[in-house]
């Protein structure tokens, strides 16, 4: 294993939280035996001249036992950089939305050019690509980080110390994440940071590896006593801020707050002592101190004696000052907004959250009231949940596990590869862009393949989008395959030719909408979907092995006599996202207004009438929403004309959307800007789109039919019947704008999708492959010692006759 | 109504909740639109210019009273006929006409008020006919006054169109006027430049007039002031930038921004500019090596490639010894003889062809001639792809797929195909009897092959005929192109220039063979006739000496599968 971290600026003493980071990850792993090297450049710190060498080009090996290579860095456009970098700076927080560019394109390339820029380090970087079996990069932010993650490919590793900024914005940064073979976060706050700007191909790769922080040994001891404290801070309670005063930390509303408490409690001798750089915007209230910038042991003093810290920021990747309070056993107040902060809150249960001026005034009150003991039992729970996330021996380990001792990613199946290639092959009637059955068909060919199988997809009519995944479908590929995998809903001209086939085979059955949804609208393709119901009981007796892709679609197949069928289901694997959403959706759909998602087929079962009518009931609670019904319309279909009189009657045509045929990249869009995803589908077989909206943190309420409650199974917030509109509107409302009731559902959701992943329906395939061939021997051999008793028989009894 | 499977969610807070919203919500109820696209009713705009009639008030009907008097009469016919039974004594006593008179004067008095209401109900209708007459009436003088308008309208019309007339007329007359001035305007112009052609050569020769001397000193003198003016305005300048120490610091601070700018733009220029240099060197370099190489490139690749070649089909052939019998050790290599190395000439024939066969370019510029038999045979559909044997560089096949025709081929020589697969070409190595044999009947669009039957003998190129009418799916089509020996330069000549050529095969013999193996419509193309050092081409002579000199040098035989078997 060999590791090189690669970082702008490297020394022991630079200041910065990704250089301090960098230095220790080198220095521990180096002590730890493994071979680390660091990759900088000659530039001495980021406080100095970018375009300027301060320090030779080479190779030095520091006493730490890791090697330094630097490279010389060269001129840059400064004039352009900060032209577009004061641009950027002018976007006001409120402007930035997830997925659109803050600046032009042209502008955001200058930007990422004219950032320090070292030729000499990106030609080591795609010259010694496989010398190093990774590249632990970080921060996110510079040249030398975004060029090298797309030099060196799978092999890199990002750590970004992500902040809410407007970089974070930009189109080549979000590259670089879904370029990055994994990524590694200093906590929970920063990946939803991540998820939240780059989608849901981010957790799949990320780790949470945390910071250390170092404390001396006099903190550990210190306990809770409250003897001895020093005069300087008085007697009495005190709450303690420390960290830089300016607006960007928000000691305004910190002050604001505490001045508001004042006037309600004047009595209280509750204190607030503020340490640290810089001058407060607005004047102190009374009962506060700003005792301006400490020493290392002060801050010790502070922290040991004060009541509990306030971090009233809303910009933090990762607070060392939460970690050391609570290692000083201390209760902690963080903005509820900021993730970083607010989830190991929420996670140690040690301290409280906080939003507006209000709730930090009333959270003094609370703070005031609060007896002594209930705060130690807090800072006690901090202390216990730092000692594990913030113990530079415990990060090591998380890092050694998550770059030494990853698996390669798709591990060989052993034992799986058949030698002389066995085919097999997959049958169905059309193979379509974007639909779920033909995702579903290609991620198993894939699978097959990779497990040493020779396999192909053949059908009927090829979808122009998706010609290079199949071929044309014809009687003798059957004959010719090993064995076979037939997709069936309604049966169509393949079906006798997988019926006559006599090696193993399978049937996955994606189930057939009743005919009765159809009648009203396309009375013969109902009377299609009715034939398609009655053949399917006579599919049974020709296929020993079948499965459905839901236990509600193998009871139909068990119904209908198939011998013990399985379950497969679709495997939905979110790293499919790591692509860009369209941009100009994604600038359209955020401007506050509400989104609500349906996406599905326009078709009668799917009941997107009853969603139109119920959102309208919705629009006088949120008269700003818009309903996006994403979906292939035929526009000559009875049931997409009726959709729009009824749109057109309820005077929705202004809030109801209708993309039409979109593209992966709009669809993405669509689910990134979504608020709710709202089904009122009276039958599915699976339901594929819930899982996608789980992937995208959009919480889901659906009418409980079919397929659905099994495929949201612990995540579902569903409705028995659609008789109260205004109801189903309320409770719609509720999840939009109920942020504990939203976060409970998302919670539960996140938790249900990861049963979809592929690695968790790859063993059932393969099961099912296992089967197919334990299986086949038997039908293999069956139908051939009846064909051949056929013949026996019959042709001596023709013969015979014909003498007759 | 809600069910949550997440225990995290409390229902009934929720339902609560959800309750207290929906008080506020109106319920709105689904239009009920029937399914089908239903035809919108097109409502027509009102016509309202007749006035509407007015509504006729009709009386109510007289009550009858018909069954009343009746009654009455016969009541009192009854009445009068009392007497009958009455003994006849006692008659005279009960005479008595009272109730008949009665009755029969009530009868008069109802008939009476039947007929005073019948008058006036014919009054009523008199009235309503009034309405009705006042409004034909109207209707009359409307109508009236229409055909009125109409009357007058019409001479008016009438003589708008005149006028009309008149004044197109007029304009026309006008714009000739206008036409002739600016005519007449032109010739003065003429006149006007001459004049101030004259009045220059005259301020020339009055230069030294002293008129127009003191003119020019007078302005020398108003120039002067002007001036005094200006340095007058300095100081003031120089007053209020005394007084403005401030301006003058920020004009500084600006040019020391300009300055930025400018360096940054240097910095830029300059590295745009070494880069540049750099490039420039380095493509010449460039340059200079490929030339170098193209030299060498002729020289030796030629011989590089066939010993690569040889080393490869050794090792092939060690590969294959090794799996059949594990214990053989390594042949040595001087012990091979020729007829064991199969592929051995690959690379020699490669060079070859690049050397004789001509560029690829024109050579794919030839094979599209052949474009429109294979979509009129509908080949080089998916399921009716293109085989092309003997593929050699893979121009024909490239051309193919520029065109988006699904196609294919195949080829011995593995140094040929590996230029193919360089370019994306779908190819397999093999022997091309091999390959047909090897494919389902009724699978190729079409089976096509350039300059190969000339290399095949007689038994096998009958083979590849009868595998390639086996494998076309109907209606697919051959095609062969080859040298034509009819033209006696490529006969006698040209066609050893190969040295892996067999025999010419005549045209006809082609044509001849496709047809007795079942294709229809077989038919010969003479192709690419020799344009240059032709003999005149008027006395007969040269046209035969023409035609066996500098006539087609290839030819190609076509043929169809029958469609019907």
């Keep these: 294993m060999k590791l090189a971290i690669v970082i702008p600026w490297f ?89 659109v560019s803050p600046v032009t394109d042209e502008e955001a390339q200058t930007f990422v050019d004219e950032l320090i820029r070292s030729p000499a380090l990106q030609t080591f970087l795609q010259q010694k690509r496989l010398a190093y079996d990774a590249f632990l990069f970080l921060p996110y932010l510079y040249g030398p980080i975004i060029h090298g993650v797309a030099a060196v490919g799978d092999r890199a590793v990002l750590q970004p110390c992500l902040h809410d900024e407007a970089y974070a914005y930009l189109p080549q940064i979000a590259d670089s994440f879904y370029q990055a073979n994994r990524l590694f976060f200093n906590s929970e706050g920063e990946q939803e940071l991540a998820v939240r700007l780059f989608g849901p191909c981010i957790p799949a790769k990320s780790h949470i590896i945390g910071e250390g922080v170092e404390v001396t040994d006099r903190a550990t001891q210190a306990g809770h006593s409250r003897n001895g404290s020093p005069t300087e801070t008085g007697n009495g309670r005190y709450l303690l801020y420390l960290g830089r005063k300016d607006d960007g930390k928000n000691i305004p509303l910190l002050l604001r707050a505490f001045a508001r408490f004042r006037t309600v409690r004047p009595n209280s001798s509750l204190r607030l002592i503020l340490a640290g750089a810089g001058e407060a915007s607005v004047p102190l209230p009374a009962q506060s101190v700003d005792s301006g910038l400490v020493s290392e042991k002060e801050k010790e003093e502070l922290l040991r004696h004060c009541a509990a810290l306030v971090q009233p920021s809303e910009k933090e990747s990762f607070s060392r000052v939460m970690m050391e309070a609570w290692l000083y056993g201390k209760p ?109 068909a290609i991620w198993i060919r894939d699978q097959l393949r990779a497990a040493g199988y020779d396999s192909r997809i053949y059908v009927q009519y090829i979808d122009p989008q998706v010609a290079d995944q199949c071929e044309l479908f014809t009687v003798e590929k059957v004959q010719r395959s090993d064995a076979a995998i037939y997709h069936h809903s309604i049966g169509t001209e393949i079906t006798p030719h997988l019926i006559e086939f006599s090696g193993p085979k399978c049937l996955i059955y994606h189930n057939i909408t009743p005919g009765e949804f159809f009648e009203a609208y396309r009375p013969e393709f109902a009377q299609i979907l009715y034939k398609g119901r009655h053949d399917l009981q006579q599919l049974g007796q020709h296929f020993k092995l079948s499965v459905g892709d839901s236990a509600f679609n193998a009871d139909e197949l068990a119904r209908d006599r198939f011998p013990k069928p399985g379950v497969l289901p679709l495997a939905i694997d979110p790293c499919k996202w790591a692509f860009r959403p369209d941009p100009a959706i994604m600038n359209q759909l955020q401007d506050g207004r509400t989104n609500i998602l349906f996406v599905g087929r326009f078709a009668p079962n799917k009941k997107q009438d009853d969603l139109i009518v119920a959102f309208s009931h919705y629009l006088q609670l949120d008269p700003g929403a ?86 949201l199974a612990e995540a579902g917030l569903m409705f028995t019947d659609k008789k109260d509109m205004p109801g189903l509107a309320a409770l719609a409302h509720l999840v939009v704008t109920d942020p504990e009731l939203r976060e409970k559902l998302v919670l539960a959701q996140r938790k249900r999708r990861l049963e979809f992943l592929p690695e968790k329906v790859s063993p059932v395939l393969m099961e099912m492959v296992g089967r197919l061939f334990s299986s086949g021997k038997m039908t293999q051999g069956r139908p051939r010692r009846g064909a051949k008793s056929n013949s026996t028989n019959t042709r001596p009894v023709k013969a015979r006759a014909r003498r007759a | ?84 039974w009455i003994p006849k004594p006692l008659r005279v006593f009960f005479r008595n006409q009272e ?79 206008a036409k002739l001035k600016l005519d007449k305007f032109a010739e003065r112009q003429e006149g006007v430049e001459e004049i101030v052609r004259k009045l220059n050569s005259e301020m020339e020769g009055a230069s030294n007039n002293s008129a127009l001397g003191k003119s020019v000193e007078a302005i020398v003198g108003e120039v002067q002031t002007l001036l005094r003016e200006r340095e007058r305005m300095a100081e003031r300048l120089s007053q209020l930038g005394d007084g403005n120490a401030t301006l003058r610091a920020d004009l500084q601070a600006d040019l020391a921004r300009v300055g930025e700018h400018l360096r940054n733009l240097q910095v830029v220029h300059d590295r745009n500019d070494s880069e540049l240099s750099r490039v420039a060197t380095s493509a010449l370099a460039l340059q200079r090596t490929i030339a170098a190489l193209e030299e060498r490139q002729v020289s030796e690749g030629a011989y590089f490639r066939m010993e690569l070649s040889q080393q490869a089909s050794l090792l092939r052939q060690w590969f294959a010894s090794r799996g059949s019998k594990e214990n053989q050790k390594l042949p040595a290599a001087r012990k091979e003889t020729p007829e064991d190395m199969p592929g051995r000439l690959d690379a020699f024939y490669v060079s070859f062809e690049d050397r004789f066969r001509g560029p690829r370019k024109e050579i794919k510029k030839r094979v599209e001639f052949y474009l429109p038999v294979i979509r009129k045979a509908r080949a080089g559909r998916p399921e009716a792809p293109v085989l092309d044997v003997g593929c050699g560089r893979g121009e024909w096949l490239e051309l193919l797929k520029d065109h988006k025709l699904e196609a294919s081929g195949v080829d011995i020589n593995s140094a040929m195909l590996a230029q193919c697969r360089e370019r994306g070409l779908k190819v397999a190595q093999g022997d091309a009897i091999a390959h047909l044999r090897a494919l389902p ?124 078997s």
């Excluded at chain 1, 521990?28 to 030779?56: F, I, M």
Aim: net charge negative.
């Design chain 1, 332 to 440: 902690v107040a963080v903005h509820r907004r900021c993730a970083a902060t607010a989830i190991p809150v929420k996670a140690a249960k040690g301290g409280w959250l906080a939003d507006s001026e209000d709730q930090w005034a009333s959270l003094f009150v609370e703070l005031d009231r609060t007896a002594d003991p209930a705060m130690r039992q807090l800072g006690e729970n901090g202390r216990r949940y730092a000692a594990v996330a913030a113990d530079w021996e415990v990060v090591m380990d998380r890092y050694e596990a998550a770059l030494v001792l990853s698996e390669p990613k798709s591990p060989p199946r052993a034992g799986a590869a058949p030698s002389p290639r066995v085919s097999i092959n997959q049958f169905l009637p059309n193979l379509s862009y974007g639909d779920a059955i033909s995702n579903h």
């Design chain 1, 11 to 99: 020394g022991r003493d630079l200041k910065g939280g990704a250089e301090q980071q960098a230095w220790q990850v080198a220095t521990r792993l180096a002590k730890r035996g493994h071979s680390v090297e660091v990759l900088t450049t000659c530039c001495r710190s980021h406080q100095d001249d970018w375009s300027s060498n301060h320090l030779p080009a080479g190779e030095s090996e520091t006493p730490e036992g890791f090697t330094i290579r630097r490279f010389p860095v060269v001129l840059r456009y400064r004039g352009a950089f900060d032209a577009v970098c004061s641009n950027l700076l002018r976007q006001p927080p409120d402007a930035l939305k997830p997925g």
């Design chain 2, 441 to 564: 009947e009724h699978s190729l669009g079409a089976v096509t092959g350039f300059h190969i039957i000339e290399h095949l003998a007689l038994e096998i190129l009958m083979d590849l005929l009868a595998e390639t009418i086996r494998v076309l799916v109907p209606g697919g089509v051959a095609i062969f192109e080859s040298p034509n020996c009819k033209n006696l330069v490529v006969g006698a000549t040209n066609f050893n220039i190969d040295p892996t050529h067999r025999n010419p095969v005549f045209p006809e013999t082609a044509q001849f063979m496709l047809s007795i193996h079942g294709f229809e419509d077989v038919q010969l193309k003479y192709l690419a006739p020799v344009e240059a050092n032709r003999f005149p081409d008027k006395d007969p002579q040269s046209a035969v000496l023409n035609e066996l000199l500098y006539g087609p040098q290839d030819f190609a035989v076509i043929g169809n599968k029958p469609s019907s």
């Design chain 1, 626 to 711: 818009r309903l996006i019904l994403v979906g292939k319309p035929e526009f000559a279909d009875p049931y997409v004309i009726h959709l729009g009189d009824l749109v057109g009657h309820l005077g929705l045509t202004d809030s109801v959307l209708l993309p039409g045929s979109i593209a992966d990249a709009q669809l993405a869009a669509y689910y990134r800007s979504a608020h709710l995803f709202w089904s009122m589908s009276e039958h599915e077989g699976f339901c594929v789109p819930l899982i996608e909206s789980m992937w995208f943190d959009v919480p889901i309420i659906a009418f409980k039919s079919s397929a659905v409650p099994e495929t």
């Design chain 2, 1 to 84: 109504m809600i069910e949550t499977t997440v225990p995290e969610i409390n229902v009934s807070v929720l339902m609560e909740q959800v309750r207290l919203k929906a008080a506020s919500i109106q319920r709105i109820e689904a239009p009920k639109l029937g399914a089908v696209a239903r035809l919108k009713r097109v409502d027509l705009p009102p016509l309202d210019l007749i006035p509407p009639q007015p509504p006729l008030l009709l009386p109510e009907p007289v009550p009858a009273r018909k069954e009343r008097i009746l009654a009455m009469l016969d009541q009192a016919w009854k009445r009068t006929a009392v007497r009958k």
């Design chain 2, 99 to 177: 109730d008949y008179n009665r009755a029969l004067l009530e009868s008069v008095a109802s008939l009476a008020k039947a007929n005073a209401e019948l008058a006036n109900r014919v009054e009523q209708l008199t009235r309503c006919f009034d309405v009705e007459q006042a409004w034909l009436a109207q209707m009359h003088e409307r109508a009236s006054g229409h055909s009125k308008w109409m009357e007058t309208a019409g001479p008016l019309l009438g003589s708008a169109s005149v006028d009309l007339q008149l004044f197109r007329e007029e304009a026309r007359e006008q714009l000739n006027a």
